[in-house]
């Protein structure tokens, strides 16, 4: 089964759009045990991503009593194609779709020319989606769902 990234990739994603609330000016911390517990993902793992996030230059971890992480520059500045390479790796869409070695323009596979417009098509959606973007998508469909039950219930 094709994956577009790794499950460490869904769990920054699905992290950093709960710190947005509240800490999208660099100066508020927030605490991984916390988001994690929001975010419903698990806290050994994501310990993990954050520290792919804090050499990505997207986090700083803040050490000692009242430690934790802050964002390094705002929701609207980073992309989600930059968490993913900071997560997954510059070679994360390098590989051939169908896992075939040497794959390429001189010897390509049978989805090689197909996979090439399908990627740079996702690529420049993932260049251009943020979080904050993400993060509005949520709230906006949290509201109608909660419209939606409210709608039923009268």
């Known amino acids: 089964m094709f994956k577009l990234y790794s ?15 509240g800490n999208d000016d660099g100066q508020a911390r927030f605490l991984a045990a916390e988001i994690c517990k ?7 793992y994501t310990r993990k991503v954050f520290q ?13 009593p009242g430690g934790g992480y802050s964002l390094t520059r705002p929701s609207s500045e980073i992309t989600i194609l930059d968490v993913i390479l900071a997560v997954d790796g510059e070679d994360t869409f390098g590989q051939c ?3 075939l070695p040497g794959c390429g323009g001189e010897k390509p596979c049978p989805l090689h020319h197909i996979w090439v417009e399908a990627k740079e098509r996702m690529l420049h959606q993932l ?22 039950a409210r709608a039923k219930k009268s």
């Open 7 to 21: 499950k460490g990739c869904e769990y920054a994603v699905r992290a950093l759009v709960y710190v947005i609330d």
């Open 97 to 99: 779709i169908m896992g």
């Open 52 to 64: 792919a996030l804090v050499q990505g230059g997207f986090l700083t971890a803040h050490r000692g």
């Open 38 to 44: 929001q975010a419903a993902i698990p806290e050994a």
């Open 127 to 148: 260049r251009n989606c943020t979080l904050q973007e993400i993060k509005d998508t949520v709230v906006a469909r949290q509201k109608l769902f909660k419209r939606k």
